[in-house]
């Protein structure tokens, strides 16, 4: 792991940081390997986090992140490693890299999208990258009902494939994913969240999302997992923005998987509401919640990409 997917270096620092409720078989594990490797390493404590809170970093550690070469995160209670405000200013200047076990357990690790070639992941994430790159406005639609739309951040396209090996870069395993931001309070539409969510789980019924002027203004759903996301939209400071627009491309993720795996499941979407600066963007929040919407169909201006869960490349 740390020479395939990061090429840690003996000299270089790595953190990584957990909290009360990681997998502790995981970061002993973590630990065993950055001894094995012989580089610089620090066990990075914090408190586990509620809901409303997940993405919040110790501000101990956001400094410390000043010192390291190589970030794991490997929080259970949410993914403040990952998108803490101080690594994204770390991750623009090229001074760091990272991968992202948080919310994991050691089967995601271990079967499903982490058995897959990440050469190939790579190369097809770079082709998306590409096509990405050439697009003015994403639309994604789906026969349950979502159709939404945006401008896109086009030259902030992340390609998250299973290569951290260049300062700048992000792994999170299972891996296999681009994305970036819709442009700050232009999203428009609706869109179905039928998949699995991060804190809520896989909803019990579909939940219906409206969205207006880049926010969140309606939440259609009479399940528990419905509820308790109208109560982080409504209590928790921005919330509500539309944080990011991501395509899966692993073809080895399971359809039945956690959220972090089934994402990244080859011609699948996730819609992240929340915090986008790790994307570029400038709106800061507690939370990142990325929500999934399966079978989708998305255009590129007018470019089909994915043909109801089918991704198209060529």
């Not at 000043?66 to 991750?91: C, F, N, Q």
């Not at 997992?225 to 928790?236: K, W």
């Not at 399971?254 to 990244?264: G, I, L, M, T």
Request: charged fraction near 25%; include cysteine.
């Amino acid at each position: 792991m740390f020479t395939d997917f990061m090429a840690v270096q003996p000299h270089e620092t790595v953190a990584i940081v957990y909290d009360e409720d990681s997998p502790m078989e995981m970061v002993n594990a973590l630990h065993d390997a950055a001894r094995q490797n012989g580089c610089e390493y620090a066990l990075m404590l914090q408190p586990s986090r509620p809901p409303e809170k997940k993405n919040l970093l110790h501000p101990a550690i956001e400094k410390g992140l000043e010192a390291v070469d190589v970030l794991i995160g490997i929080t259970r209670s949410g993914g403040a490693p990952i998108y803490s405000s101080k690594l994204a200013e770390l991750m623009k200047k090229k001074t760091i890299r990272g991968m992202s076990l948080n919310m994991r357990d050691l089967d995601t690790l271990l079967a499903g999208g982490a058995t897959a070639d990440n050469k190939a992941l790579q190369a097809d994430g770079e082709k998306l990258a590409e096509i990405w790159s050439q697009t003015k406005v994403m639309r994604i639609i789906s026969e349950a009902g979502t159709d939404i739309s945006a401008p896109i951040a086009s030259d902030m396209a992340i390609i998250e494939c299973g290569d951290a090996t260049k300062p700048g870069f992000m792994v999170g395993l299972p891996d296999g994913e681009v994305s970036s931001r819709p442009l700050e309070g232009t999203a428009k539409g609706v869109f179905v969240v039928d998949g699995p969510c991060t804190v809520i789980g896989k909803p019990e019924t579909p939940i219906k999302i409206i969205v207006d002027g880049g926010k969140v203004v309606g939440i259609e759903g009479d399940s528990a997992a419905a509820d308790q996301l109208r109560d982080i939209v409504a209590n928790v400071e921005n919330a509500d923005n539309i944080a990011e627009f991501g395509v899966g491309v692993n073809p080895a993720s399971r359809p039945d998987a956690n959220f972090q795996e089934v994402k990244k499941r080859r011609g699948q979407v996730h819609i992240a509401i929340g915090d986008n600066i790790y994307y570029g963007g400038t709106k800061r929040s507690n939370v990142h919640m990325d929500l999934v919407v399966t079978d989708p169909t998305v255009y590129f201006d007018d470019r089909l990409v994915v043909d109801q869960g089918k991704l198209i490349l060529s």
